[in-house]
């Protein structure tokens, strides 16, 4: 999933991280060894946006357990982190675990070592939540004039599915464009709005002031090339697999759920955190916020569906070496936390 306003300072680094990683082992991982109270579950996210919106919202005061928010860019450092042990629960694209799948050495033959268990996104159409833009001077307006352009993406989420997609869209292979790989879509976005890529694909917001001023105009969005582009939480399946953890994840859940009302109805408050801790402008908090109206959505059957198609069309294009069933990387069972 890609990520919305810049992280704020101070977050840790994905070399700190890892190089920190025995030490933020969390106790009670082991089935039996400590009771929910005594646990903590750290979340990591991809920005500083849902923690500190999190914390005002106060959904998380008097959990049976300790969460603590930490904030890594782009997809590939928070799965290395949450298969690491160093987080608890990865914030992702609902993409990221069939591209993890699809590359893994064995098809995950074994049973998958992550799934997700909670997905959300704004259905609003005025905001895009998944986008490839190009910049307007290039008089591109449609995925088979992108040919020959500087096309800027992330590797391994929705942003490098929607950049997959869009291109498969238009004809084009690697050979007809000027594919530069960004390490997270923060600098993808910046490098468009520098005007120093013609086309982006990645989180709608981030390129949204560029589009409101005519600078750039959308392509493709993730609804058109049918990518649920779901934000999700991914947890470890041994974690999912121990009761006291399962609990913990389970009451997590539930809480988000809650979070996601709150938001909906403290508009007001959530712009000014955008504002005041997240270094907004005025002019983007609004977008912002109406941008991170959301809402749960269950993991079922016809999600899984969506999911496999797009699976399929990564092998098809190439971008994974072999077919895969992707119902494994969906845990069902937590949808009673959304309602």
């Not at 982190?81 to 990865?90: E, G, R």
């Not at 399962?246 to 996601?260: K, T």
């Not at 908090?285 to 959301?294: D, I, L, N, T």
């Amino acid at each position: 999933m890609a990520a919305s306003p810049s992280p704020a300072a101070g977050r840790l680094s994905r070399r700190t991280l890892l190089a920190a990683t025995g030490a933020l082992l969390l106790p009670g991982l082991g089935a039996g060894r400590a009771g929910a109270a005594d646990a903590s579950l750290k979340v990591g996210y991809q920005d500083s946006t849902l923690p500190e919106l999190a914390r005002a919202s106060g959904v998380f005061e008097g959990a049976p357990y300790k969460v603590e928010w930490v904030v890594l860019p782009g997809p590939a450092a928070q799965l290395t982190a949450t298969y690491s042990k160093a987080i608890d629960l990865a914030h992702l694209g609902d993409t990221s675990l069939i591209i993890e799948q699809g590359r893994s050495a064995d098809g995950w033959a074994g049973g998958p070592p992550l799934q997700i268990i909670a997905g959300w996104r704004n259905l609003d159409a005025r905001y895009p939540r998944i986008v490839t833009a190009v910049r307007t001077r290039t008089g591109a307006k449609t995925a088979a004039e992108l040919k020959g352009l500087k096309w800027g993406f992330n590797f391994g989420g929705l942003n490098y599915v929607q950049y997959l997609l869009a291109r498969r869209a238009g004809g084009l292979t690697t050979a007809d464009i000027d594919p530069i790989q960004f390490g997270d879509g923060n600098a993808a976005a910046t490098a468009f709005n520098a005007d120093h890529v013609d086309v982006y694909s990645g989180l709608g917001a981030l390129v949204g002031e560029a589009v409101e001023k005519g600078q750039a105009r959308i392509v493709l969005t993730s609804d058109d090339l049918d990518i649920p582009a779901l934000g999700v939480f991914a947890a470890r399946t041994d974690a999912i697999a121990d009761p006291t953890r399962r609990a913990v994840l389970q009451d997590f859940v539930g809480r988000l759920a809650r979070y996601f009302a709150w938001y909906a109805d403290n508009l007001d408050a959530a712009e000014r955190i955008y504002i005041d801790r997240v270094k907004q402008s005025p002019a983007r908090a609004r977008y912002y916020v109406e941008f991170g109206k959301a809402r749960l959505r269950p993991i079922d059957a016809e999600l899984i569906r969506r999911e496999q198609k797009i699976a399929d069309a990564l092998l098809e294009a190439g971008a994974i070496p072999r077919a895969i069933d992707v119902s494994s990387e969906f845990n069902t069972t937590f949808n009673a936390a959304v309602n």
